[in-house]
């Protein structure tokens, strides 16, 4: 059992793992996006997916949210596999891109209803679980605002409202605080971990500000040329006083001179 800030307790599962990637690789024509990239992420992780632009962390999310296909390796969400058990896959995972996929014309729970929809919420269940989607992400008082009348900082919740709506065991969260100011970037940070503490979900979250990550990460995967050059518990990292960014700093340049020698 692991505490995370705020005194919420969230259980690790290593035993069964609810994200699986083997070999994953990722080619266009002759750049290689991702390369042979495997980890695995116990049930009720919170893991923090980093590395620089352009290090093929979003084109990794893309093909573990089953957007696109990978060139070579595996995907088990869940234990299902993304393309094989596409259906029970997408099922179980609720995605965050950087920018939320919303409707400005609509209102917070037309939408968050319209997106049930779509994701086979059960028609009897369908009532409840947008009304826990609204009020786990504080938008029961704007619900029925139109989206465009609404801060960014409402319209990231609204965006982890449709992700999360029809329950999934895993979310995948691409830079969830981009561009919100200091008080709503700690409101998004306690929201995922009220999500990980108290739903139990495991999450995948890529953002640049590494203290977003300590603030809420268990563990730290750092990626680069679309390697993998880190996978460790954020507490073994940043033991001795060592802060993250000088972790990132020491990895980035540990892989650049070894690519230069190279």
Not at 136 to 144: A, F, I
Not at 159 to 178: F, N, R, S, Y
Not at 220 to 228: E, P, T
């Amino acid at each position: 059992m692991t505490e995370t800030e705020g005194g919420g307790a969230a259980v690790v599962d290593h035993a069964s793992p609810a994200i699986e990637v083997e070999g994953l690789s990722k080619r266009y024509g002759d750049f290689e996006a991702v390369r042979d990239l495997s980890f695995q992420i116990g049930g009720g992780e919170i893991v923090g997916f980093l590395g620089p632009n352009g290090a093929g962390k979003t084109t990794t999310m893309r093909m573990l949210t089953g957007f696109i296909p990978p060139t070579d390796g595996r995907i088990r969400i869940a234990g299902f596999d993304i393309f094989a058990q596409g259906l029970d896959a997408r099922r179980s995972i609720g995605y965050l891109p950087e920018t939320p996929p919303l409707y400005p014309e609509m209102n917070p729970k037309s939408y968050i209803e319209f997106v049930a929809k779509l994701k086979d919420v059960p028609r009897a269940k369908r009532k409840d679980a947008v009304d826990r989607a609204l009020t786990l992400c504080g938008l029961e008082d704007v619900c029925l605002r139109e989206i465009r009348q609404l801060s960014k900082g409402y319209r990231q919740r609204i965006g982890l409202a449709q992700a999360i709506v029809h329950d999934p065991k895993v979310l995948v969260l691409d830079e969830p605080t981009v561009g919100l100011d200091p008080i709503q970037i700690g409101e998004i940070r306690a929201l995922i971990r009220d999500l990980a503490a108290t739903g139990g979900q495991t999450i995948l979250l890529s953002t640049h500000i590494l203290a977003e990550v300590e603030a809420i990460c268990q563990r730290v995967i750092l990626i680069q040329h679309g390697r993998k050059v880190l996978d460790q518990p954020l507490s073994e990292l940043t033991s001795g006083g060592v802060s993250l960014e000088e972790v990132f700093a020491k990895a980035m340049s540990q892989e650049d001179s070894a690519g230069a020698a190279a």
